[in-house]
């Protein structure tokens, strides 16, 4: 399983700050960060913490079997930006 990010995302990477593996990207500081429209989690590398869900302020991230219907396809496209 893995978190999902979905485009809620205010881009204001408290997420990536918290996430204790790093598997949260772009970071702020990255290559690709203003031009991409919010931040994704890499599935091969969460570990299911739940750490960013409270970290983040815009009620964007869900695990996997809780992301709302309307959002599925963020499923997709988090794991799409790490191709
Ligand atoms: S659930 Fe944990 S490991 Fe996965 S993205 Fe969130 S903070 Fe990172
Ligand atoms: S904490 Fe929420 S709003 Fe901020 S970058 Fe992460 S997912 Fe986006």
Redesign the pocket.
């Given at each position: 399983m893995a978190y999902v990010?979905t485009d809620?995302?205010?881009?204001?990477?408290?997420?990536?700050d918290a996430c204790p593996v790093d598997c949260?990207h772009p970071r702020t500081d990255e290559t690709g960060f203003e031009a991409a429209t919010?931040?994704y989690v890499n599935p091969a590398e969460c570990i299911d913490c739940g750490v960013?869900v409270p970290?983040?302020?815009?009620d964007?991230?869900f695990p996997l079997d809780e992301v709302p219907a309307d959002k599925q396809q963020f499923i997709a496209v988090n794991e799409a930006y790490f191709g």
């Open positions: 990010i809620n995302c205010i881009k204001d990477g408290l997420c990536a949260i919010q931040v960013c970290a983040c302020t815009s964007a991230i």
